[in-house]
Structure formats: structure tokens, C-alpha cells
């Protein structure tokens, strides 16, 4: 199994920035793609930003050229720096996570996410 944890969300005045952070733990083989997605109340949840194992990121059209993802391969680690934040950021922030895991009896597929991280933005 694979356990997700975050941290990093917060209140924030408009302007402002914070850092969410995503740590995966378990019997990792490897991890493919890490992200993050979010869902404000009475919305569907929507992805935020993604990144490959190649480094590879794509964004939300709402979030390009103020929020940044990165990884950190060797922690099993993903980022997310976001700047110039706007109250239509406030949201739960999730984390996702995929890849290869070993469970004893052999090499598996998984996909697991993050408990939620709240974020709030005043205006």
C-alpha cells in the first residue's frame, strides 16, 4: 500500500503564496506521474497541475504562470508553489499519486491520494 501525506494549506490574504507539499510512503517500486488537484465547495474536483517522472508538467489554464509543481524523486516528494493567489483558489487541495508498487506477491499498479489540504484565500 501507499500512503499520501500533505501539508502546507493555510489562510492566505489575495497576493499572497504558499507551498503544499506531498509526501508518498510505502512499498514503492516506482512513481509515474504526481499531482494536484483541487475542489472548492459546490464545484467538481479539477486538476491543478501534473508532473511526469520525465518532469514533464502541464497546468490548469486558471493556474499557469503563478503556480509552479516539482518533484524530488529521491523523497518520493511533490511541490506545489503557488504564488499570486486569488480567492477563486480557495479549495481542499489533493494530492494524486501513481505508479508501481510491490505488495509481497508481486509488482502492482496504484493510485492513491492525499487526505486534502485546506486553502483559503481572503480577499
Known amino acids: 500500500q501507499v500512503q499520501l501525506v500533505e501539508s502546507g494549506g493555510g489562510l492566505v490574504q489575495a497576493g499572497g503564496f504558499l507551498r503544499l507539499s506531498c509526501a508518498a510512503s510505502g512499498s514503492i517500486f516506482s512513481i509515474n506521474a504526481m499531482g494536484w488537484h483541487r475542489q472548492a465547495p459546490g464545484k467538481q474536483r479539477e486538476l491543478v497541475a501534473t508532473?511526469?517522472?520525465?518532469?514533464?508538467?502541464n497546468y490548469a489554464d486558471s493556474v499557469k504562470g503563478r503556480f509552479t509543481i516539482s518533484r524530488d524523486s529521491a523523497k518520493n516528494t511533490v511541490y506545489l508553489q503557488m504564488n499570486s493567489l486569488k480567492p477563486e483558489d480557495t479549495a481542499v487541495y489533493y494530492c494524486?499519486?501513481?505508479?508501481?508498487?510491490?505488495?509481497?506477491?508481486?509488482?502492482?499498479?496504484?493510485?492513491?491520494w492525499g487526505q486534502g489540504t485546506q486553502v483559503t484565500v481572503s480577499s
Open positions: 494524486n499519486v501513481e505508479g508501481i508498487y510491490y505488495s509481497g506477491s508481486g509488482y502492482s499498479d496504484f493510485s492513491s
Open positions: 508532473i511526469t517522472s520525465g518532469e514533464s508538467t
